[in-house]
């Protein structure tokens, strides 16, 4: 088992510029997450999709739009970049069905790096 | 929303040395996890454990859910504990165990 996968692992934009960060898990599970890392901020969560078909919003989702393709993929979206969304982000996901908490953790992805120019 | 409020936020030890990280919440969670970050940007699940006691290996950590506190022990540390220690949590209506993260507590291990 991969795991949690993400690509790419490191990107440069200039403001304004698009672009699609691919997440994928081969674990079976229900719920996906998109969160971004800052210093000194801890992570915080974009959007999440708790069952295929249905998606989210969550603490910081201005400027970003998610697709959950299948039960596997989830991708995040930045339409038009801007230097503030230069951030480390993290996919995650999670066996829960939705509406039940089970003893179950959430697992991550490696990380993609984004600079924005 | 919940706040979540690690301490401290640096923590410098020699090789050996015991630690106690801390993690206050500010409402009752049904979710509480202790991750790592080492120092290649890789987040591994420690523990879950929204109440109660769990030990594994070195590492140990207590969730005292009536008091919102959960405590990481590290014991004999090594320079491998380098990184950073997430808190993070859910609340107890969260049906999707969206998990709201404090800020960290920086370790640094040294020979």
């Known amino acids: 088992n991969a795991g949690v996968t993400q690509t790419p692992k490191f990107q440069v934009l200039k403001t304004g510029q698009s672009m699609t960060l691919q997440c994928a898990q081969d674990m079976n599970h229900n719920s996906m997450y998109w969160y971004r890392q800052d210093p000194g901020m801890g992570l915080r969560l974009i959007y999440y999709s708790a069952s295929e078909g249905t998606t989210d919003k969550g603490e910081v989702p201005n400027g970003y739009n998610v697709s959950r393709l299948n039960k596997r993929e989830f991708s995040l979206r930045l339409e038009s970049a801007a230097p503030s969304q230069t951030s480390v982000y993290f996919c995650?996901?999670?066996?829960?069905?939705?509406?039940?908490?089970?003893?179950?953790?959430?697992?991550f992805g490696p990380g993609t790096r984004l600079l924005v120019l | 929303g919940i706040q979540v409020e690690q301490s401290p936020p640096d923590l410098i030890l020699q090789e050996g040395a015991n630690s106690t990280l801390r993690c206050n919440f500010s409402d009752s969670v049904n979710n509480l996890q202790w991750f790592h970050q080492n120092p290649w940007g890789q987040l591994i699940n420690l523990f879950y454990?929204?109440?109660g006691t769990k030990q594994n290996g070195r590492l140990s950590a207590t969730t005292v859910a009536t008091e919102r506190y959960s405590l990481l022990y590290i014991s004999s540390s090594q320079t491998t504990d380098s990184g950073v220690y997430f808190c993070a949590v859910a609340m107890r209506n969260s049906g999707y165990s969206t998990l709201t993260f404090g800020k960290g507590t920086m370790l640094l291990v040294s020979p």
């Open positions: 454990i929204p109440s």
């Open positions: 995650a996901s999670y066996y829960g069905p939705a509406g039940v908490i089970t003893q179950e953790t959430q697992y």
